[in-house]
């Protein structure tokens, strides 16, 4: 198995994407890229910790590649916007990429060009993506986790930009 962790906007509409992937074995929501040990909801919330939400997703190479779900990653939000996504407003629902290994950072890097090329191409802004090697990761509360599948009509504020992702079409060479 290996993992990856994604942020792009409210965590429960994003793991609901990649929970849905096939060669996922299992996700779970947190906070990643902040600047205080073991952030609670709240405090993430306030726009003090640095943090942004995430899901880390655990998954079998053998049945899905990384390119596969930065894939999911792009065109499940819009990575144009900034410190929101959606009417979702603050630091913690900036895009970013959290890397395991160079090999990924690189895939990612190679994503990201390939995929600003395309939004450029439709009129779409510069990708705000931060693509850094992979910092602690904080699990959310019980309640964070598998919110969508416990509350099927919750809130998630997520919709792509409708431009195809090109991955798996470039290579991180």
């Not at 096939?22 to 073991?38: F, L, N, Q």
Request: charged share 20%; with cysteine; glycine share 14%.
């Amino acid at each position: 198995m290996e993992q990856a962790i994604f942020a792009m906007g409210c965590f429960w509409g994003a793991e609901r994407m990649f929970q849905e992937a096939e060669g996922v074995h299992s996700t779970a929501v947190g906070y990643i890229a902040g600047h205080t040990p073991d952030p609670t909801y709240e405090e993430v919330c306030s726009g003090r910790t640095g943090h942004t939400e995430a899901v880390l997703v655990v998954f079998d190479p053998q049945v899905t590649s990384y390119a596969a779900l930065l894939k999911i990653f792009w065109e499940g939000h819009d990575p144009t916007q900034g410190m929101r996504q959606g009417p979702d407003v603050g630091t913690q629902y900036r895009s970013g990429i959290y890397c395991f290994g160079e090999l990924h950072q690189r895939e990612a890097e190679a994503s990201r060009v390939a995929y600003q090329q395309r939004l450029g191409e439709q009129g779409y802004g510069e990708i705000t993506t931060e693509i850094l090697p992979a910092p602690e990761f904080h699990r959310a509360e019980e309640y964070h986790q598998q919110y969508l599948t416990k509350n099927p009509g919750g809130y998630c504020g997520h919709g792509g930009t409708g431009v195809s992702c090109p991955v798996g079409v470039v290579t991180s060479d």
